[in-house]
């Protein structure tokens, strides 16, 4: 646990703020905030180190137990993302969020019967939220389950103010699973709802670009407008417009 036990905020590499607002009080609501922006933008180490400074400011803040969880599956700490959520239930005993965490992090860790275990206690729970459901989905996803595109109902029709960034997750969960016409979707929807998120737009290209789209361009140079040096999408991009000079080389030749 040694490398998140001291997590330092750098001002210096925060993202742009979206809004175009001002700074504000640095509560617990504002580390949040910060947080959320830095998933935006696809920097989950920086938005990890904002959940942290929330519960420097305000320990009790379910949400930032919760988001550093996230945010170390996110970055593939599986074993440290279950230890943090057993932190965090000492706090909150049996919370189904936090029991949803944990399975997504044993699937992610090939871990399927615990996996499992704790996915059926989270959607036991009277108040299993929509964080329940993707987890749910993810489970099913991996299982090659049709039912999934269900629980990704629940999650959403669950989800009230959080709706815009649960459609948002529900996409990329779809494309990490390879079903990227349903992803297009959501993440057409969700770069609507965050026009200014490199990360949208990275996901939207992705799941364009294996689909053959043309649009995938479009998608990735506006990703790199936004974060220039979002290398996994500058490689993609370059993969794209390739493809697409060989497309246009074809209609030219007469080929297609």
């Known amino acids: 646990m040694k490398r998140f036990t001291h997590l330092e905020f750098d001002d210096s590499s925060r993202p742009p ?16 905030n910060r947080a959320v922006l830095c998933f935006l ?47 965090a239930m000492e706090m909150f005993p049996e919370h189904p969020e936090l029991l949803a965490a944990k399975s997504v992090a ?20 009277s108040n299993a939220g929509p964080r329940v459901w993707l987890g749910r989905a993810e489970l099913l996803l991996h299982g090659k389950k049709r039912i999934a595109q269900d629980c990704l109902s629940k999650a959403l029709a669950t989800a009230g103010e959080q709706s815009d960034l649960i459609r948002l997750e529900a996409g990329r969960l779809l494309r990490q699973y390879r079903h990227f016409a349903p992803a297009c979707e959501y993440l057409e929807a969700a770069v609507r709802l965050f026009p ?6 990275y996901e939207l290209g992705f799941c364009q670009q294996r689909l053959g789209f ?18 996994d999408a500058n490689e993609l991009l370059q993969a794209a417009q390739k493809a697409g000079f060989f497309r246009k080389l074809m209609v030219r030749l007469g080929l297609r």
């Open 106 to 125: 044993c699937l992610r860790d090939a871990k399927l019967e615990k996996a499992k275990a704790y996915s059926d206690n989270a959607i036991s729970k």
């Open 196 to 201: 200014k998120s490199p990360m949208a737009w």
């Open 17 to 32: 703020d979206p809004s175009g607002k001002g700074e504000s009080v640095r509560d617990e609501g504002y580390f949040v």
């Open 41 to 87: 933008h696809g920097d989950f180490e920086l938005a990890l180190r904002n959940y942290s400074r929330a519960l420097e400011v305000n320990s009790s803040l379910f949400e930032g137990w919760a988001g550093q969880v996230r945010m170390l599956i996110e970055l593939g700490e599986y074993p440290e993302a279950l230890t943090w959520a057993d932190k």
């Open 214 to 231: 043309s649009q995938a361009v479009t998608s990735l140079e506006q990703c790199l407008h936004l974060h220039p040096h979002y290398l």
